[in-house]
């Protein structure tokens, strides 16, 4: 899968790209992430990318000139089948269903923001879609990139080691995921339980589908309307006061 990424700071990509899971995707061949400059493709003496805002206020807007100069010059002929992304606080939410979205496409653009952010014109006439990490706002559109680049490329078939570890991640399956123990089995006197060093592999499935079951109902209950539940799982639900509808009404929330 390939990212082309349009950015004022490429360099922030570098430290990232170059560790872990991402650096070894790249070296097997599965991800490239190819970066370009903005700055390169404005065509003024001082290669200048940003302008005050028409209508006074404060904080510049990246100009529209280097982006589409940009964005066209690297797409080609790939313009109109690629995906060309928006990072904006604006955009549509960033969730693993987005991802899994994402990562059956083949090349995806990714354009940064800065700044004020960009002109309106870059949104209504280049980008196909807009996309947000979370209803805050970041000073650039290069974190959310990464944050996207990152959570696709895990969804790319070989890129995990284990890949099972894909199939219990919280959000899946649209539950979080049970908690996670390693040694020692006692720490400081807080003890790993009983059950997950019994060796009995039918009651550790079991444990963890109830952990993840209490765990989102306790923390994120809005999850459980669109969760897939079964008959078993509804049953333990009910033991801990859940009713299907109100996921809305429980502990966590009236903390
Ligand atoms: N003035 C803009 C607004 O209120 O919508 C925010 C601009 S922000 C300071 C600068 C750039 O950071 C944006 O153009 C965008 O590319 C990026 N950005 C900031 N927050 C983001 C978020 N939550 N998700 C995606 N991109 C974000």
């Not at 080609?76 to 987005?98: H, K, M, N, S």
């Amino acid at each position: 899968m390939r990212f082309d990424v349009f950015t004022l700071f490429p360099e922030i990509f570098e430290s990232p790209l170059q560790v872990s899971i991402l650096k070894r995707a790249q070296e097997m061949g599965r991800l490239e992430v190819v970066l370009h400059n903005i700055r390169d493709y404005a065509t003024d003496k001082h290669h200048v990318t940003d302008d005050t805002p028409y209508g006074g206020g404060g904080g510049m807007v990246m100009k529209p000139e280097p982006i589409f100069a940009a964005v066209e010059s690297v797409l080609g002929e790939a313009l109109g089948e690629v995906p060309v992304i928006l990072l904006t606080p604006q955009g549509r939410l960033f969730t693993q269903d987005v991802a899994r979205e994402l990562a059956r496409h083949e090349r995806i653009a990714l354009i940064c923001g800065r700044y004020e952010g960009v002109d309106e014109r870059v949104r209504q006439h280049l980008a196909t879609d807009e996309i947000s990490i979370g209803d805050y706002v970041l000073t650039g559109g290069e974190l959310p990139a990464l944050v996207i680049i990152d959570a696709v490329t895990r969804l790319l078939p070989g890129v995990l080691g284990d890949p099972g570890a894909l199939i219990e991640d919280s959000h899946t399956w649209g539950l979080l995921e049970y908690p996670h123990y390693t040694r020692p089995a006692v720490f400081r006197g807080w003890a790993v339980p009983e059950v997950l060093r019994s060796g009995h592999h039918a009651e550790i499935a079991r444990w963890r589908r109830q952990q993840a079951l209490r765990r989102t109902w306790e923390r994120r209950p809005d999850l459980l309307a669109k969760a897939a539940l079964s008959e078993e799982d509804r049953a333990f639900l009910q033991t801990l006061g859940w009713n299907a509808g109100d996921e809305l009404v429980n502990e966590w929330e009236n903390e």
